[in-house]
């Protein structure tokens, strides 16, 4: 997750990490720890990023902990949950609740830009495009 959304920062204004550290992997050939260079471009372009993980996670907390320290020192803007537990799905499940509980926070936000990127995609069409119902 991390090594996409990096990758392609403006298309991720959400980013969840959910029992993930920041080390860059030997198999990613982009340095992502170039986009925290900027705080104020980062910030503008990512409106959630939120790390989530088990408190029982020695490899999390011994890792991760650092790279937040990183990014408050810096002032990119992040949040983070954690709940009892180790590296396993009962942790991730209440990762993702507290994640999409942030995001829709922000509901009427978050669905304007949905269809303003829309609207700038079908104004390249021709013809007419059906929008179907967004199911709540």
């Known amino acids: 997750t991390l090594m996409s959304t990096m990758r392609h920062l403006g298309y991720f204004p959400y980013i ?10 030997w ?14 471009a980062f910030n503008s372009k990512v ?17 991760l902990i650092p790279d937040l320290d990183m990014l408050r020192e810096k002032g990119i803007r992040f949040e983070t949950y954690t709940c009892p537990g180790y590296h396993e799905w009962t942790v991730w499940r209440k990762c993702l609740r507290e994640f999409v509980q942030r995001i829709f926070t922000n509901f009427p936000s978050l669905v304007t830009t949905f269809f303003e ?7 390249k069409l021709n013809g007419f495009i059906l929008i179907p119902p967004i199911l709540f």
């Open 117 to 123: 990127g829309f609207a700038r995609y079908s104004s």
């Open 27 to 40: 198999y990613c050939d982009f340095d992502y720890y170039r986009n925290f260079d900027d705080p104020e």
């Open 47 to 63: 409106k959630l990023f939120f790390f989530g993980w088990g408190e029982q996670e020695d490899r999390i907390n011994h890792d």
């Open 16 to 25: 969840g990490i959910f029992s993930g550290a920041m080390l860059r992997r």
